[in-house]
């Protein structure tokens, strides 16, 4: 699998494991590195029965973490694979892909199509320089992406 998926039919799109690995491979190029204390030595990837996808342990603080943690898909409940269709359909649409076609295509909410529509627009604005793929699932600070996303969506209906 390369660095930009070529087509939708490519695995990271359809298989929940495939697309943690695809954004592992591109946010830990050399390893897993814990997000909180930013250890890379004492760091192994859990693998039980009852272990969510894609959960690694940091033996240093002692905490579990996920590729998730500080980018744009942390705090939500959206499959990855899902993330990364909606990637690549909004990258490769210019502009023209709609809320409607965008649900249809992912199975999904209008809501969370808003908010993953909401999330990738920040996201590539936020980075500048780089493809699509590189610009939305760059690591930001975790208490700055938190902070981003509460501040956008405290509004008053």
Known sequence: MGLIPS??????????????????QRIWPQGAVCPR???ARRTS??????????TYKCYECRKPFT??????????HVL???WLKAIFLL???????TVRNLQDVLEVSPKTVVLIMRRIEQALHRN??????????SPVGR???KRQITAGSSGSS
Not at 128 to 137: C, H, L, N, Q, S
Request: with cysteine.
């Open 128 to 137: 500048k320089e780089g493809d699509a793929f590189a610009r939305v699932t």
């Open 80 to 82: 990855m694979h899902v």
């Open 143 to 145: 208490r700055r992406w």
């Open 91 to 97: 990258s490769s649409s210019d502009g023209r892909m």
């Open 45 to 54: 990837k859990l693998n039980g029965t009852s272990t969510r996808i894609g």
């Open 37 to 39: 204390c930013g250890s």
């Open 7 to 24: 087509s939708i039919a490519d695995p990271c799109f359809q298989s929940e494991e495939e697309a943690y690995q695809f954004v592992e």
């Open 67 to 76: 590729v998730k943690i500080g980018t744009m898909f942390e705090s939500s």
